[in-house]
């Protein structure tokens, strides 16, 4: 009987006689014989390993993941994004030295043997048996290519990668039939390649160009024979030699690695004894991965692109077939992001509104026209720590929004005044517009059943002084809460929605507009880049362009570029020009004298209107050029903080107004984003004034008199929680007035949100 190894192990007889058992195996594969079950050599019972005939011919090797890189519009780099960081190379941009090295300390014999080294495998039972351990294995260079396309298809799965790297008879067998294949078909040079381009060699790397750039910031092209031994020899243990982590480790294995390149002939003993005395010299670059570390404040534009990617069913018929295409990544992104756009739209942020603010803010730009969205930014930075957030609060819910947009005031009046225009009602539509009324009752809603109000619900203005008669300019210059209802009573329900639909307004979280006369008042969430999109038909004289951020996408696979296809932005017409350009001189003269005065520009065309909601819980101003439309929101995500007596970006507001802390952020935004940019004009529209009466108001008055407070049918926060609903609306929230009291509370959860982005529990 063999003496055992103290300890319990086998002796070095047996250790032999269990790798001998792999070697025959090993020769009995190269001739394609299925083996039976080998009990003596500790082998599976027949049955439980899948015979060598019985696999299939070919081996999938799928296109290797590889870091996606995203643009802006004008080339420049706002991400990189990765499941695996890795750049495929040919083995010509591959130093000579890192293919040597690779060679010599993985497999010597590499251009010498087939798919199997038997020299290596006796060589390795020898040593072993020597040891009385599994000291050296023998899997050749092809062979470890095979195991690594195995761990590749395995992707991030943990159970699938365990089943490609487990030490079982099964895998074994596979492993050495396909090293057949792959050396019958490809050759060694590209086995080489594919090798190179595929194993891991840590700290996040994968492939040679990868960690080159990784460990010496430079490409693998130029490794110098000291930097190659030391890439060389991290591949047999990624962890063990990693040279940021254990210099010295490292050290000792490059050294090993030089050595042997001098033994088998690929460079002279001085050369090799030279590199072994050099420095390491590492110049680390850190792994930059994902939208966090986007550049120009891009992080939430970033994100979008993936959210879009994800979801439109150009990029693939379900969402795991985009995410798997996603994943894979080796694309070229090129976005509609305008960097001077992204770069005002932020600094504007940065100096109206500080991080750690109660409050937040958001700001979307888009081009009309075209639909391409050339800026998008917020307050409260992405990422995951105090004063900071992933809700992208320009979108809706769908793509990584709140999940329900944001009450939008009186934001929303001009759709209900290009419904009555589109209607036939005239721009000089004069309604009595009295300080205080009731809902009108019935208001035709687009099916048979009329809006009654049922309870007596009533509205009002900012304040006593403020009543009609009022015509629709100095009505919208005025932001008249009972006229714009008066309107809607007038040519009811149906033609607004009807409108918002061809402008695409939705809810944040997908839903219709709900039919009630409230609605004229901004009671329903919506999100920053819908109303900017909604705008723009405005700018581009009543054609809708649906939101686009992507321009074009080509993909890397398989040593070859492809475009692929990419979402379109359809225009299509929403209202008549003539109603888009009285829109436009309406809106004008709401930053000309109106309540956004504090946002007009003076060096061009602009028009917008101000919005602010129940207990300034939220304030707008939405705004456009001819070629620029932009929307910013400011409040709190979890809709909790009243804006009175409060300090926003350092600076105190005994209230806030649409026209106050959102105007100035657009304007400031919009100023950078057009310098240099052409001057246009708006067509004009002759609409005369009112002239009877003098009923301006003071520059600090409100905006939105009642915008979507405690008015009327389910009006208030999210239809009718905060202010509203069947309780009567009789006490407006405004933007210079009295504060109403909500008479419903928002329940816990019911807004999406971290605290403001603060994910440890911040001020509120």
């Known amino acids: 009987m063999p003496k055992k190894r103290s300890g319990g192990g086998l002796s070095s007889t047996q250790q032999a006689a269990k790798f001998l058992g792999v070697s025959v195996l090993a020769g009995a594969v190269l001739a394609g014989i299925a083996l039976p079950a080998v009990g003596a050599l500790g082998l599976a019972a027949k049955g439980s390993v899948e015979s060598f005939d019985e696999l299939p011919a070919n081996l999938k090797t799928p296109p290797l993941s590889q870091r996606t890189t995203i643009l802006d519009a004008k080339g420049g780099t706002i991400a990189t994004v990765y499941s695996r960081d890795r750049t495929v190379v040919d083995l010509k941009d591959i130093s000579p030295y890192m293919q040597k090295a690779i060679v010599a300390i993985e497999d010597a014999r590499f251009y ?136 010295a480790e490292a050290t000792k294995r ?28 590492l110049k680390v670059s850190k792994p930059n991965n994902g939208c966090i570390t986007a550049v120009k404040g891009a992080s939430f534009f970033c994100k979008y692109v993936e959210k879009v990617f994800k979801s439109d069913p150009v990029f ?79 979108v809706d819910s769908a793509y990584g929004g709140s999940n329900f947009g944001f009450p939008t005031g009186s934001t929303f009046k001009p759709f209900v005044a290009a419904a009555a225009l589109e209607e036939g009602r005239p721009p000089t539509q004069q309604y009595s517009s009295p300080y205080e009324m009731e809902y009108p009752s019935p208001v035709q809603t687009c099916d048979s059943k009329p809006w009654t109000n049922l309870r007596g619900e009533k509205l009002e203005n900012e304040s006593e002084s403020e009543h009609g008669p009022y015509r629709l300019k100095k009505a919208m210059e005025l932001s008249v809460n009972t006229y714009f209802v008066q309107m809607i009573a007038d040519i009811g329900l149906c033609p607004v929605v009807n409108i918002t639909d061809k402008l695409q307004v939705r809810q944040g979280n997908g839903d219709k507009l709900p039919e009630r006369p409230a609605i004229a008042l901004g009671s329903v969430g919506l999100s920053p880049l819908t109303m900017a999109s909604a705008y723009a038909a405005f700018a581009s004289r009543g054609m809708y362009c649906t939101p686009i951020a992507i321009e074009s996408i080509s993909q890397k696979a398989g040593g070859r570029q492809k475009s692929l296809e990419v979402p379109k932005s359809t225009c299509s017409r929403a209202m008549s020009e003539q ?186």
Do not use: C
């Open 112 to 247: 010498q043997h087939g798919a199997i080294d038997l020299k290596g495998v006796l060589r390795a039972l020898n040593r072993n048996a020597q040891s009385g351990g599994v000291s050296e294995g023998a899997s050749t260079l092809t062979q470890q290519y095979v195991k690594n396309v195995f761990v590749e298809e395995a992707g991030d799965d943990p159970t699938k990668v365990a089943q490609a790297t487990q030490q079982t008879l099964g895998r074994k067998i596979k492993e050495l039939k396909y090293a057949i294949q792959v050396e019958e078909e490809l050759g060694k040079k590209k086995i080489l390649e594919n090798y190179l381009n595929i194993t891991f060699f840590g700290q996040q790397a994968y492939g040679v160009e990868a960690a080159a750039q990784r460990y010496f910031s430079k490409s693998a092209k130029n490794l110098t024979l000291a930097q190659a031994a030391l890439l060389a020899g991290i591949v047999q243990s990624p962890s063990r030699y990693d040279p940021i982590n254990d210099e």
């Open 579 to 764: 109603t888009a350009d009285t829109i436009n001189n309406l809106l004008q003269g709401v930053v000309d004298s109106g309540t956004g005065k504090e946002a007009g520009l003076t060096d061009r065309d602009s028009a917008g209107k101000t919005g602010t909601t129940d207990e300034r819980r939220n304030a707008w101003f939405v705004g456009y050029t001819p070629n620029l439309s932009g929307a910013v929101w400011v409040g709190s995500a979890t809709q909790k903080v009243k804006m009175q007596r409060i300090y926003i970006g350092g600076e105190y507001h005994d209230l806030v107004y649409g026209g106050r802390v959102p105007g100035p952020i657009w304007r400031d935004a919009m100023i950078g984003a057009l310098e240099g940019k052409p001057v246009d004009r708006f067509n004009r529209v002759h609409i005369p004034d009112d002239e009877d009466r003098d009923q301006g108001r003071g520059d600090e008055d409100g905006d939105d008199n009642g915008d979507d407070g405690n008015n009327g049918d389910n009006g208030g926060l999210v239809g009718g929680l905060i202010g509203g609903g069947d309780n009567g609306g009789n006490n407006g929230g405004t933007d210079g007035g009295t504060f109403p009291t909500p008479t419903f509370s928002i329940p816990e959860g019911w807004w999406q949100g971290q605290s403001n982005g603060n994910a440890n529990g911040g001020r509120d």
């Open 316 to 394: 693939g018929k379900n969402r795991e077939a985009r995410a798997k295409i996603w994943n894979q990544g080796g694309l070229t992104i090129t976005t509609t992001l305008d960097p001077q756009a992204q770069e005002s739209v932020q600094a504007s942020l940065k100096d109206h509104v500080n991080q750690d603010d109660k409050v937040a803010a958001a700001t979307t730009l888009v081009e009309p026209g075209t639909g391409k969205i050339v800026g998008m930014g917020q307050s409260k930075p992405y990422g995951y720590g105090k004063n900071e957030t992933e809700l992208n609060y320009s």
């Open 254 to 281: 490059r050294s090993v690695v030089l050595q042997r390149m001098a033994d088998v002939g690929d460079v002279s003993q001085e050369e090799a004894d030279k590199a072994k005395k050099a420095p390491l010299g």
